[in-house]
């Protein structure tokens, strides 16, 4: 019958004009409606070779289409059967399709608004009950109008009668036996006239051969928006099959280019490879694409509010100076007098240097600083510098340097209030990340009450090393007090970046005590956003640190995996952010799989911290891969459990000795 089709045959009450095209699931013709006088699109499925249940399914849901009224929707004006074929009309359009307009280079500005466009679309269709299925930029039609229709919703499912009763491991072979038909995965897949999708914007279930939802049409839609903007795509693979293997893997390819933070935050969630882990609709994606860029770097503050950590005057002031938009991004000045580093000029200067990990360059200033104030007769001068200058060794992981320059600050401090309070400050940092936490607490508590009247920013940085003790002794209420107290200051001296930088502690906590993960996920990605909107380098890569360590809590370790792709290692020059990535993406990967690189990142991590005289970052790395051993009930567990609970009391590390203790719990 199909093959019978030619210009002047009637459909229904339609005439057929010309072909404008097949696909998998049938042939599109240009047709006339004698009763209306209008052009329509004539689409007649492949039902030939289709059971008569098939045909029925297909009608019954083309019916439903028609009842989708939406401006981002195809308008369907009529389903019907002629013999053993099931036909569509709807509205001709002749703008082409988003992918033809796709060709041309696009900006953000202009691809961004299309999408979510059709994002409505698709949306509007979920809640009437319908998915779509194969959603791709091809099938998306423009009109010469510029508006966006959405064609082709819940025409085939990806799965027959009775399909859904089968094992999954049947499904997924005869999804990979179908893969196998098809050598581009740009093709579409079809069975007995069913259109399956296409294989390089299928979710992993539609490979894996399970039914397809509302959030794998989610998917479809993020990877048609990353390949829109990035101009690659996020998975790869040069057959249908290898291309499979990369999607349920979750292997996403590195971006070749850099977009907008919290843009593609919002298009990695949608791509993730559990369907939970996506939004939970498309409307809810659609809300963070649409919702204002600028006011993404300021959910930091709701976030402050709803954990009542900042009074409400505080708030009030630093939303009111941040209504019209984002802080300014400022990079750290490369050049400097090195004599007004040790002034109250230069607390802004090492503030920014912390913030966009630019601690090699600071260290080169500060040991400038300190030579020049000693040869200009300045002994205070020269003292605070070489605190300052101790300070950022510590964050390298220089220790014994930095011990070094701390005693050239004690020799010199004098009885200056400010030049003891810098020493507190550096000696507090030496001996936290050394692990020495009864010295740390006394100097990060004292260089916080000399800091707190007249350099706020100084006295949070303090709270915060303080906090970090206390929780490393095991006293996550003492800590929660010693952040709350940091928080409250960098909000009094409108510090946003140090403001982010405490929370992603009190997060921290959180994940430790177990918090509800899906609502910290939210949290943490929140953090994330305003950190790189704000050029807070360190932050980011200390939010994206934790994001896999939920994700890892969550069974999502391959969505972990993704969190640290987005943390440079050459950018990377904190000490601690340093270890702690490569602890992570450690049992991230051993728990995919591959325990080999998996645990010699683990011992990496151990032998460089070990060899830094970092005993917190060694005793951490030790409960990375005992918590590794446990998961995969590995035979040396125990014994590996047993002795890093051990040495964790020993050396007064009781959150370690904690949550090594509780490891099967969590």
Avoid at 30 to 52: F, I, N, Q, S, Y
Avoid at 78 to 83: D, I, K, N, P
Avoid at 299 to 328: H, M, N, Q
Avoid at 454 to 483: N, W
């Amino acid at each position: 019958m199909e093959s019978e089709i030619r210009h002047g045959s009637k459909i229904g009450r339609f005439t057929v004009v010309g072909e404008l095209g097949s696909g998998g699931m049938g042939v599109v013709y240009t047709g006339h409606d004698p009763e209306l006088d209008r052009r329509v699109a004539l689409k007649v499925l492949r039902a030939a070779a289709a059971t008569e249940e098939e045909r029925l399914r297909m009608q019954r849901e083309g019916q439903a289409m028609a009842r989708v009224t939406h401006p981002n929707v195809i308008t369907v004006y009529e389903v019907g059967t002629q013999g053993n074929l099931v036909f569509l009309a709807e509205e001709l359009l002749d703008g082409g399709t988003l992918g033809s307009w796709l060709e041309a280079p696009r900006t953000q500005s202009e691809i961004v608004p299309k999408f979510v466009a059709a994002g409505r679309g698709l949306a509007a269709a979920h809640a009437a009950g319908l998915v779509h299925r194969d959603f791709k930029p091809d099938n998306v039609l423009l009109g010469k109008d510029g508006r966006v229709r959405v064609a082709d919703f819940g025409l085939a499912r990806a799965i027959g009668p009775g399909d859904e009763d089968l094992p999954a491991a049947t499904r997924a072979n005869m999804a990979r036996a179908q893969l196998d038909l098809s050598r581009n995965p740009m093709d579409a897949l079809t069975r007995t006239g069913a259109v399956m999708g296409t294989p390089m914007f299928m979710a992993p279930e539609q490979h894996n051969g399970d039914r397809a939802d509302a959030r794998s049409d989610q998917f479809a839609f993020c990877v048609a928006l990353y390949h829109a903007l990035y101009g690659e795509w996020p998975y790869a693979g040069k057959t249908s099959v290898a291309l499979a293997d990369a999607v349920i893997a979750g292997r996403m390819e590195k971006p070749p280019k850099a977009i907008a933070a919290w843009l593609r935050k919002i298009i990695v969630r949608g791509l993730a490879t559990r369907p939970v882990d996506r939004y939970p609709s498309m409307t809810a994606l659609l809300a963070e694409l649409e919702r204002p860029p600028a006011t993404h770097g300021r959910k930091i503050i709701l976030a402050a509010i709803g954990l009542g950590l900042v009074g409400a005057a505080v708030v009030g002031g630093y939303l009111l100076a941040t209504r019209e938009g984002p802080p300014a991004v400022k990079a750290a000045p490369t050049k400097i007098d090195p004599t007004l580093l040790a002034t109250d000029r230069g607390v802004e200067w090492l503030a920014l240097a912390i913030e966009r990990d630019q601690l090699d360059d600071a260290i080169e200033k500060y040991d400038m600083a300190t030579a020049l104030a000693q040869q200009t007769s300045q002994p205070t001068a020269g003292s605070i510098a070489a605190s300052e200058g101790a300070l950022v060794l510590a964050l390298r992981g220089k220790l014994e340097l930095a011990r070094d320059r701390l005693k050239t600050a004690d020799a010199q401090k004098g009885t200056d209030p400010i030049a003891l309070a810098y020493a507190d400050l550096a000696a507090a940092a030496i001996a936290s990340e050394a692990g020495d936490l009864r010295l740390a607490l006394a100097r990060s508590e004292d260089c916080a009450k000399s800091f707190a009247p007249l350099m706020p920013e100084l006295a949070a940085l303090c709270f915060q090393i303080h906090g970090d003790v206390v929780a490393e002794r095991g006293d996550t209420g003492l800590a929660r007090k010693a952040y709350t107290e940091g928080l409250a200051l960098a909000a009094k001296a409108e510090k946003p970046s140090r403001m982010i930088a405490i929370n992603l502690a009190l997060a921290a906590l959180d994940l430790d005590d177990g918090a509800k993960l899906d609502a910290l996920v939210a949290r943490l990605t929140e953090l994330q956003q305003a950190a790189e909107q704000s050029g807070t380098a360190s932050a980011a890569g200390h939010a994206e640190i934790l994001l896999a360590r939920a994700h890892i809590a969550q069974a999502a370790t391959q969505q972990a995996v993704t969190d640290l792709e987005h943390i440079k290692p050459e950018s990377i020059q904190t000490f601690e952010t340093q270890i702690e990535a490569r602890i992570a993406r450690g049992q991230a990967m051993a728990l995919l799989g591959d325990s080999d690189a998996g645990f010699a990142d683990l011992e990496a991590a151990s032998i460089a911290a070990n060899k830094a005289g970092a005993i917190g970052l060694a005793l951490l790395a030790r409960l990375g891969r005992v918590e590794v051993l446990v998961a995969t009930n590995a035979p040396e567990a125990d014994a590996e459990q047993r002795a890093l609970i051990a040495d964790a009391r020993a050396k007064g590390f009781g959150r370690i000795a904690h949550l090594a203790e509780t490891v099967a719990q969590r």
